[in-house]
């Protein structure tokens, strides 16, 4: 090949791809996370990430940042939203105070079981698009903790034995929790948590099996009851515009991938509550279900925040627990 020829065809090859820049270029998205790299959450996001980056034939290529690397839990959605963050993993409960229908799902007992929690996604599912979409975003996939239960140090019979103790709260509903039944709510994110219990700052929490194990809860605390009191979810969330700047086939891949994890995430859940707790009492804690009275106790304390929420949530609220309960 001549120069001449060799030259005409690097000059067309940059003419063609200045005119279709897409089909040519790689996206690289930063994925903020707040749970450690071994959290089944996580995990599912490595496997999703490998995926887009397989089905994408390498064009989109996603960095999973785990246990809050990059950003904090409750900076995610807003790095998400300001686009600092393409995509982003987030817990809705989080965010309750700006949209109460965020917290639908930390909610004591309104949805406690895998099957309810589904019913309850899908009646979730079309307001939480709504509100992401106006503020920018897109939801591509959410899947729920392991129900949660109580962690303490002593054995309880009811709520009155919680009075007084340095409870550890992840949101604002389980903050209330801890006030209505008197204990002392401080606020600690999951991947400060065994900092915290180390310290002496906390002492409680209700959670599930799958953050016990992974901030060693049996280090430090004793019991488990396993109330199931509610199953709060994950959302992996998008940025419309970095969304909208891919190419349809990667959008495709993007979309497919987020599908299946959400199927794998609920499937993943459901066998990390089991072996969890069969995790938490290999290593000396006592797992068991609560007494009647603490049932009955939190049972109450459900009915409370349900109304409170129902309050504060106004029509938009009401509607949706009439769609979850047809
Ligand atoms: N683990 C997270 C949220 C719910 C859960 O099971 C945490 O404790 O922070």
Known sequence: MSLTRRTLNAAALIALSALAPAAFAQ???DLPAAYPATNFHSENL?????????ASGGKLKITVHPNASLFKAPEIKRAVQGGQAQI???????????????????LPFLADSYDSAMKLYQAQKPLLQKKLGEQGMALLYSVPWPPQGIYTKKPIASAADLKGIKWRAYSPATGRIAELVGAQPVTVQAAEFAQALATGVVESTMTSGATGVD??????LKYYYDTQ??????????????????????????????????????AASRKVNTDTLDKLKANGMQVQPPSAQLKADMKKVGDTMLKEWLDKSGAEGQALVDAFRK
């Open 27 to 29: 996206a690289k998205w």
């Open 46 to 54: 490595a496997q999703f990430a490998a995926d887009v980056d397989k």
């Open 88 to 106: 982003g993993e987030i817990l809705l409960v989080n965010f309750s105070n700006e949209w109460p229908i965020f917290g639908a799902d930390g």
């Open 215 to 220: 901030s060693k809860l049996y280090e430090h």
């Open 229 to 266: 009191a509610w199953l709060p979810k994950n959302a992996v969330i998008v940025n419309k515009a970095a969304f909208d700047a891919l190419d349809k086939s990667t959008q495709d891949a993007v979309l497919k991938a987020g599908a299946d994890a959400e199927a794998r995430g609920w």
